[in-house]
């Protein structure tokens, strides 16, 4: 980790508005084809864009968290992962950013396993007491801990019932708390929600592999109940006295699903989505229909614009007249170690191949922007 990643004065003004909050209103699912195999879905949602840096770290890698004055936690990666990362301090020309300063927003490793992070504003509040007999985790640094070293959600549940997570302050967020919470997802099906709520961590099973953002997991569950008239059949027609109504189109059955952007909203919808798309007997249609049902959260500027003058949005980064869009949205088959990725700028997506990575045991890092120029398959020139 010698090398140093440049920032130009516009990255760095970006770095310098994230500090205000990052705003990341972001919906997360899951989709499972006809032979039982999961794809992960995301769209990134917020007011503005930052310079974000996609990143394959083989395995092997050494890396050290470190949390406040807990004795820090050093690993050595096992699985080979490609992450989208942003820097977690602003650069300066005497301490430029190396790979070691990258902290894992969304990603996925070679055996599988898919780790996203959210916006949760509910974060803040005292700590429960943690173990400093042990090493401790920072919170910032559970993405490349979780792809680096395990391949199911099981074992990252696991591990997380005996290893310390520590909520750190962030340089980056002028000392806050990281307001984020995390989804995991295998290639199973299996997922897990890691949430810091009021200062507690806590590890939910997730039976829908959904996570938008706030209110508290287990009430987004819990709303589901609001939702059981939910089906994809449509009722086209009725009789009401004498007289008999029909639908003059398909699609009726789609009615009852929240039509908004909010965290809630998009929370129904992606489960309404997953549940019912047509379920694909091969990878190529899986990933496809996987790109069906990302569309119904890609969101164009200007569709919703913020009034207010103190910070609007998933943990307050919205100024007056901001309009939250989708800078980018990314597909993850794990049962092959692909991903896919689009900008707001692009039409397409470009691929991204964890297999054929393994031919180098370098770190290789690239600009996110850089997609909008590549062609369909980028795995060369991030490997160049």
Same mark, same amino acid.
């Given at each position: 980790?010698?090398?140093?990643?440049?920032?130009?004065?516009?990255?760095?003004?970006?770095? $310098?508005?994230?500090?205000? +909050?990052?705003?990341?209103?972001?919906?997360?699912?899951?989709?499972?084809?006809?032979?039982?195999?999961?794809?992960? +879905?995301?769209?990134?949602?917020?007011?503005?864009?930052?310079?974000? =840096?996609? *990143?394959?770290?083989?395995? &092997?890698?050494?890396? #050290?968290?470190?949390?406040?004055?807990?004795?820090?936690?050093?690993?050595?990666?096992?699985?080979?992962?490609?992450?989208?990362?942003?820097?977690?301090?602003?650069?300066?020309?005497?301490?430029?950013?190396?790979?070691?300063?990258?902290?894992?927003?969304?990603?996925?490793? $070679?055996? +599988?396993?898919?780790?996203?992070?959210?916006?949760?504003?509910?974060? &803040? !509040?005292?700590?429960?007491?943690?173990?400093?007999?042990?090493?401790?985790?920072?919170?910032?640094?559970?993405?490349?801990?979780?792809?680096?070293?395990? #391949?199911?959600?099981?074992?990252?549940?696991?591990?997380?019932?005996?290893?310390?997570?520590?909520?750190?302050?962030?340089?980056?967020? #002028? !000392?806050?708390?990281?307001?984020?919470?995390?989804? %995991?997802?295998?290639?199973?099906?299996?997922?897990?929600?890691?949430?810091?709520?009021?200062?507690?961590?806590?590890?939910?099973?997730?039976?829908? !592999?959904?996570?938008?953002?706030?209110?508290?997991?287990?009430? /987004?569950?819990? @709303? %589901?109940?609001?939702?059981?008239?939910?089906?994809?059949?449509? =009722?086209?027609? @009725?009789?009401?006295?004498?007289?008999?109504?029909? =639908?003059?189109?398909?699609?009726?059955?789609?009615?009852?699903?929240?039509?908004?952007?909010?965290?809630?909203?998009?929370?129904?919808?992606?489960?309404?989505?997953?549940?019912?798309?047509? #379920?694909?007997?091969?990878?190529?249609?899986?990933?496809?229909?996987?790109? /069906?049902?990302?569309?119904?959260?890609?969101?164009?500027?200007?569709?919703?614009?913020?009034?207010?003058?103190?910070?609007? !949005?998933?943990?307050?980064?919205?100024?007056?007249?901001?309009?939250?869009?989708?800078?980018?949205?990314? %597909?993850?088959?794990?049962?092959?170690?692909?991903?896919?990725?689009?900008?707001?700028?692009?039409?397409?997506?470009?691929?991204?191949? %964890?297999?054929?990575? *393994?031919?180098?045991?370098?770190?290789?890092?690239?600009?996110? *922007?850089?997609?909008?120029?590549?062609?369909?398959?980028?795995? *060369?020139?991030?490997?160049?």
């Amino acid at each position: 980790m010698t090398f140093t990643i440049p920032f130009n004065p516009a990255d760095i003004a970006a770095l $310098e508005r994230f500090s205000n +909050g990052p705003g990341f209103g972001c919906t997360s699912l899951t989709y499972l084809d006809a032979n039982g195999n999961a794809y992960h +879905g995301r769209t990134m949602e917020l007011g503005q864009d930052f310079p974000y =840096q996609l *990143a394959y770290f083989p395995a &092997g890698q050494t890396l #050290k968290s470190v949390a406040g004055d807990a004795p820090a936690l050093t690993y050595t990666t096992e699985y080979a992962m490609f992450v989208v990362t942003m820097p977690d301090r602003i650069p300066t020309a005497e301490s430029p950013i190396t790979p070691a300063d990258l902290k894992v927003l969304e990603g996925i490793n $070679e055996a +599988g396993l898919s780790f996203n992070l959210n916006a949760y504003p509910s974060v &803040g !509040g005292a700590q429960q007491q943690l173990d400093l007999t042990q090493a401790v985790l920072s919170v910032v640094d559970l993405g490349s801990w979780a792809l680096g070293n395990f #391949k199911t959600v099981a074992a990252v549940k696991a591990a997380l019932a005996e290893q310390p997570v520590a909520l750190t302050p962030l340089d980056i967020l #002028k !000392g806050a708390a990281a307001p984020f919470h995390y989804l %995991l997802s295998d290639r199973t099906g299996a997922s897990i929600v890691v949430e810091f709520h009021e200062g507690t961590m806590t590890v939910y099973d997730n039976p829908v !592999g959904v996570m938008t953002n706030g209110p508290r997991f287990d009430w /987004h569950l819990t @709303n %589901l109940n609001n939702y059981t008239y939910l089906s994809n059949i449509d =009722q086209s027609t @009725n009789t009401f006295g004498s007289l008999q109504v029909h =639908q003059p189109d398909s699609g009726i059955a789609t009615v009852g699903l929240p039509s908004s952007s909010t965290s809630v909203g998009r929370f129904i919808r992606a489960v309404y989505y997953t549940q019912y798309t047509e #379920k694909a007997t091969d990878p190529d249609t899986a990933v496809l229909a996987l790109s /069906h049902i990302m569309n119904n959260f890609d969101r164009p500027k200007g569709v919703s614009i913020d009034p207010r003058t103190d910070g609007g !949005g998933e943990g307050g980064v919205l100024a007056e007249g901001d309009t939250e869009y989708t800078p980018w949205t990314i %597909l993850a088959d794990l049962n092959r170690a692909r991903v896919f990725l689009r900008t707001y700028n692009g039409l397409n997506y470009t691929l991204f191949d %964890l297999k054929q990575m *393994a031919q180098t045991k370098a770190i290789k890092v690239m600009p996110l *922007a850089q997609l909008e120029g590549l062609a369909p398959d980028g795995t *060369a020139t991030l490997l160049q």
